[in-house]
C-alpha cells in the first residue's frame, strides 16, 4: 500500500501506511519550493532525526485549493429537490469543477418524496452526470452511492439543508462516532471543523470536507471562458461543428451548440449555467485567478 495523507494540522501531517497512522513533518524543500502536501496525496517517506518525515509526494492527478486535497476520484453532488429550492448553477458550477479536475461528478437527490425530481433526472443524465435518488423509507440508492465509493477516494458537498449529513450517515452508519474516534486519535479534537480528514469506508475511502458547501467556483477551481465548454460533457458531439472557430457559443451565428439547444438536445438550465459562468469568468481579474 502506497501510504497516504489523510490529515494535515498545524505543521504536522498524518499518514496511513500498512503499519497504522504516522504522524510526519514535510522536508523543508517543500517550503522552499512552495509546495504544501495536502489530504490525498500519495507520500513516500523517511526516517530523518529519528523522526518520520514526508520525503516526496507522487504526482497528483488533480488537487482542489478549497477544499484542500488532492487525487479525488468521485465528487457527490448533493440537492434536495425541495427545502432548499435546488439550484441548477450551483449543480452546474460543482460539476464543471469536477470535469475541469478529472473528477467523476455524481448528483444525489434528496428529499425524492417531497417534489418529484424528473427534471433535474433529465437535464443531468443527458449530460453524462450519474444521478442517484434517495429514498430511506426504502434504502433505494444507498446502496447505489457505496458502490460508487468502492476503491476510489469520494467527497460529498452540497448546501446546507439538503441533507448532506443525513445521507452520509445513512451510508456510513456510525460515521459521526468514526470521524470522532479519528479526530481523537490524532490529538487534535478541536481542529476537526476546519481540516479535511479522509477515512475509510464502505470499500474506499471518504473526504470529510467542513465547510465545502455552498461553492464559491473562483476558490475552488479558476476555469478560463474558452475553457468551460470542455467542462460540459453534452457539448462535445457539437465541437468542430459551429461555423466559426473558437465559438463561445453564445451569440455567434452558426453555433452547433444554440441549434442543438434550440432543437431540444441539450438542457436550457444546464446551457443558461454555462452562459452565466462564462461571462462571470471573463469578468475575474488575472490576480484573483486561482489555479
Known amino acids: 500500500m502506497q501510504p497516504y495523507i489523510i490529515k494535515g494540522i498545524g505543521g504536522f501531517y498524518y499518514v496511513q501506511t500498512e503499519q497504522g497512522v504516522l504522524e510526519c513533518k514535510a522536508k523543508g524543500i517543500f517550503r522552499k519550493k512552495k509546495i504544501t502536501p495536502l489530504a490525498g496525496d500519495k507520500v513516500c517517506l523517511e526516517i530523518e532525526n529519528g523522526g518520520n518525515v514526508i520525503a516526496e509526494i507522487l504526482p497528483r492527478k488533480n488537487f482542489m485549493i478549497r477544499p484542500p486535497i488532492a487525487n479525488l476520484d468521485v465528487l457527490f453532488i448533493v440537492s434536495s429537490t425541495t427545502q432548499p429550492t435546488p439550484s441548477t448553477l450551483i449543480i452546474d458550477k460543482m460539476s464543471a469543477i469536477a470535469v475541469d ?68 450517515n445513512a451510508v456510513v452508519p456510525g460515521l459521526a462516532q468514526q470521524t470522532a474516534d479519528i479526530s481523537q486519535k490524532l490529538g487534535r479534537g478541536k481542529h476537526t471543523t476546519r481540516e479535511v480528514t479522509i477515512f475509510e469506508a464502505c470499500g474506499g475511502l471518504i473526504a470529510d470536507t467542513p465547510g465545502f458547501a455552498s461553492l464559491d467556483t473562483l476558490k475552488a477551481c479558476y476555469i478560463p471562458p474558452e475553457n468551460l465548454e470542455f467542462a460540459f460533457p453534452e457539448f462535445k458531439p457539437y465541437f468542430g461543428e459551429c461555423k466559426f472557430t473558437g465559438c463561445s457559443h453564445r451569440t455567434e451565428t452558426g453555433c452547433a451548440v444554440r441549434e ?3 432543437n431540444g438536445e441539450l438542457s436550457q438550465s444546464r446551457y443558461q449555467s454555462y452562459v452565466t459562468m462564462y461571462e462571470e469568468a471573463q469578468q475575474i481579474n488575472e490576480w484573483e485567478r486561482k489555479k
Not at 103 to 112: D, S
Not at 116 to 129: P, T, V
Not at 138 to 157: D, K, N, P, S
Request: with cysteine.
Open 101 to 168: 479536475k478529472g473528477i467523476q461528478p455524481a448528483l444525489v437527490i434528496t428529499k425524492g418524496d417531497l417534489r418529484d425530481s424528473a427534471e433535474l433526472h433529465e437535464a443531468y443524465r443527458a449530460a453524462g452526470i450519474p444521478v442517484i435518488c434517495i429514498d430511506y423509507a426504502t434504502g433505494q440508492g444507498i446502496e447505489e452511492v457505496r458502490e460508487m465509493i468502492r476503491g476510489r477516494l469520494c467527497a460529498f458537498c452540497g448546501n446546507s439543508g439538503v441533507g448532506k449529513s443525513t445521507l452520509l
Open 260 to 262: 442543438a439547444l434550440q
